[in-house]
């Protein structure tokens, strides 16, 4: 072993440092809780850090519960915009879908973002107070606010009970539902993990896409192949706009971006746009004549948004958890401004 | 008085002013000299017995002296130890320099926790601080990922958000914060923030005549990403040999260009379904 490889070891030493003593070769890997046993497997050239741990703390939400909410809310919330657009063009199969489609996915949200509260019983102090600079508190006022009427609309097409109070309560979710949709990319681009807030002008837009492809693919799975035709144009316009969100993210961000070509969450992106892409062109084209088929498409759209969701939280964990993400680009941005001073 | 976004995360401003205190006491901070931290670890002890918290798994870290690890929920103060050799320590030539720094929450002009907390927990203080309410936090975790400089942390046994509160209950009462009160060499002074900057130039400027070049302060610029941080330091080396942020800006200061974008996107996908579903009547 050359002593550049033992020097490569070590994490916190100087350029000129070349001849290390050989029991600086037991430190080895970084311990304690932080890091997780595990040692990043990114070369540390380049960049300086305290024994290769992470500047951010680890994000404290669960996959399951924050991913499976950002499916969720994005399903139910486009779901509920194709549920008035169907009741106001008399297709009625594919209102009744989507309406209890998003009640559905409603539910599951509201039990993720309870479930992953470290502690539950105090859900409701969300509500004390609105808080434009938190997109949680928007967040959670814009669940106050679509939650009754998405409920109401469901009950009301399930029992044919109360029709003109369903007509209102389904244009009330119609017209929240995009907002519960596209919040979710604020909320986790507003934190200090690099590739989310990085991508703030991006995540919206992929968000908003993906809602509306998983929302396509649940009309076409749930309704008949004849009513069908909103949900299948949504679901390719939907994962259009998601394909051109994620790789103009992919392009802009750099090397803050490259948590989203590897590791679990770049397969997880990758999966989800193979998933999306088969979805979409199925659904112009077999799905348009044969039931089968269109039950297919909308499953793999369905799946494609959630993998695209589990892809961008997993991509966020490693961005955080690689001191890298955080130090490169602020070391950067200082180089810059101190290069412009000199220059001007 | 309408809300303006931009105007209440602008900076430079005064936190306790512009959070709605009409009267307060002068903004207090921490200015942490680290050229004369020993590595004691007092301010560790001295922080978790004043504010009772519980205690963190010790371990063998094989980070030189530092078997604490970092900041977390149940960790406010925590000293870095970092072994330089082949770097001369100062004016006396030594071939071998040792870095030691206690670091603590920076309590931000513009603080990324408190402008996400969803609940109200977090809150502003008299004295510039910022401080969790652990009977209001609902452990959302939200606060966690938002710092840039990863120190709130959500305790496992009790699912709350904690952190340095700068000894909220003893600055309430005209004392110093325990970290400080125990300090054997000044290292952590703690004092009103304009008295403790003006302090901070001086022995930097003293620091450079010395030979010691490598002196900087950070966290100290108003003009800085965070508005500039109460809590400030003297380092010996860049900031993130210690495990600090090299540029941290609040995550907040790009938030309306976010709403800007959620807006544009939702508005994008209700035409997209108006269009697609009305377009081709049944």
Redesign the interface.
């Known amino acids: 072993m050359t002593a550049a490889d033992r020097a490569s070891q070590t994490d916190?030493?100087?350029d000129?440092?070349?001849?290390?003593?050989p029991e600086?070769e037991?430190?080895t890997?970084?311990?304690?809780?932080?890091a997780r046993g595990e040692r990043s497997t990114v070369p540390k050239a380049g960049?300086?850090?305290?024994?290769g741990?992470?500047?951010?703390?680890?994000?404290?939400?669960t996959d399951h519960d924050i991913a499976g909410y950002l499916f969720l809310g994005g399903l139910a919330g486009?779901s509920s915009?194709?549920a008035?657009?169907?009741d106001?063009?008399?297709?009625r199969c594919l209102a009744r879908a989507a309406k209890a489609g998003a009640a559905c996915a409603l539910g599951g949200s509201l039990y993720a973002l309870i479930h992953?509260?470290?502690?539950?019983a105090?859900?409701l102090?969300?509500l004390?107070?609105f808080?434009?600079?938190?997109?949680?508190?928007v967040g959670?006022w814009i669940l106050g606010a679509y939650g009754p009427p998405t409920g109401l609309a469901a009950l009301t097409a399930v029992t044919g009970r109360l029709p003109r109070t369903g007509r209102a309560a389904t244009a009330t979710a119609?017209?929240i539902g995009?907002?519960l949709?596209?919040?979710t990319?604020?909320l986790i681009?507003?934190?200090?993990?690099p590739v989310?807030?990085e991508a703030?002008?991006e995540?919206?837009?992929l968000?908003?896409g993906s809602?509306?492809a998983s929302a396509g693919g649940l009309g076409m799975l749930a309704a008949p192949v004849?009513?069908a035709?909103?949900a299948r144009?949504?679901a390719v316009?939907?994962a259009l706009?998601e394909y051109a969100a994620a790789r103009r993210m992919e392009r802009r961000l750099g090397m803050v971006a490259r948590p989203l070509g590897t590791g679990r969450g770049g397969v997880l992106l990758r999966l989800g746009k193979a998933l999306n892409m088969t979805g979409a062109v199925a659904a112009q084209t077999l799905a348009r004549r044969d039931r089968a088929a269109a039950v297919g498409a909308g499953a793999a759209l369905l799946a494609g948004a959630l993998c695209t969701r589990f892809g961008i939280f997993h991509a966020?964990l490693e961005s955080?958890r690689d001191?890298r993400y955080?130090?490169q680009p602020?070391?950067a941005?200082?180089e810059a401004a101190t290069a412009r001073e000199s220059g001007s | 008085m309408a809300f303006d976004l931009d105007l209440a995360l602008a900076a430079p401003y005064d936190p306790a002013s512009a959070s709605g205190y009409a009267e307060h006491p002068e903004r207090m901070g921490f200015f942490t000299d680290t050229s004369v931290c020993i590595g004691c670890k007092a301010c560790e002890v001295a922080c978790k017995e004043w504010n009772a918290i519980p205690d963190d798994p010790l371990g063998f870290t094989g980070m030189s002296y530092d078997n604490t690890g970092g900041l977390g929920a149940s960790t406010w103060r925590h000293v870095a130890f970092i072994e330089q050799p082949g770097r001369t320590a100062g004016a006396d030539g030594t071939e071998f320099r040792w870095l030691m720094s206690s670091d603590v929450c920076k309590h931000c002009t513009h603080a990324a926790c408190l402008d996400v907390c969803p609940t109200g927990s977090l809150f502003r203080t008299e004295f510039g601080t910022v401080v969790v309410q652990e009977d209001i936090c609902n452990g959302c975790g939200y606060c966690v990922p938002a710092c840039p400089y990863g120190v709130i942390a959500r305790r496992e046994r009790d699912g709350l958000a904690w952190k340095c509160t700068m000894c909220y209950d003893r600055l309430g009462v005209g004392q110093e914060p325990a970290c400080a009160k125990s300090c054997p060499t000044d290292s952590i002074q703690f004092g009103e923030l304009s008295e403790l900057r003006a302090r901070a130039e001086r022995r930097l400027a003293r620091l450079h005549e010395a030979g010691v070049g490598s002196a900087r302060l950070y966290g100290h610029d108003p003009g800085d990403g965070v508005g500039g941080t109460g809590a400030f330091s003297l380092l010996l080396d860049e900031p993130e040999v210690y495990g600090l942020p090299p540029d941290p800006v609040v995550t907040t200061r790009d938030l309306s260009a976010m709403w800007r974008h959620v807006a544009l996107a939702a508005t994008a996908l209700l035409a997209t379904v108006a269009v697609t579903g009305l377009g081709s009547r049944s």
Do not use: C
């Open positions: 916190v030493r100087l000129d440092a070349r001849d290390l003593r600086r037991a430190i890997r970084p311990a304690g809780p932080r960049f300086r850090s305290y024994y741990r992470p500047v951010l703390q680890p994000i404290p939400w486009a915009t194709l008035a657009a169907a106001l063009t008399g297709r992953d509260l470290g502690r539950p105090r859900f102090n969300m004390r107070v808080k434009v600079t938190s997109p949680m508190s959670a119609g017209l995009p907002a949709a596209t919040y990319a604020a681009a507003d934190t200090a993990v989310w807030h703030y002008r995540l919206p837009w968000f908003a809602a509306a004849s009513e035709g909103p144009n949504l316009a939907g706009a966020g955080s001191p955080t130090v602020q070391r941005r200082l």
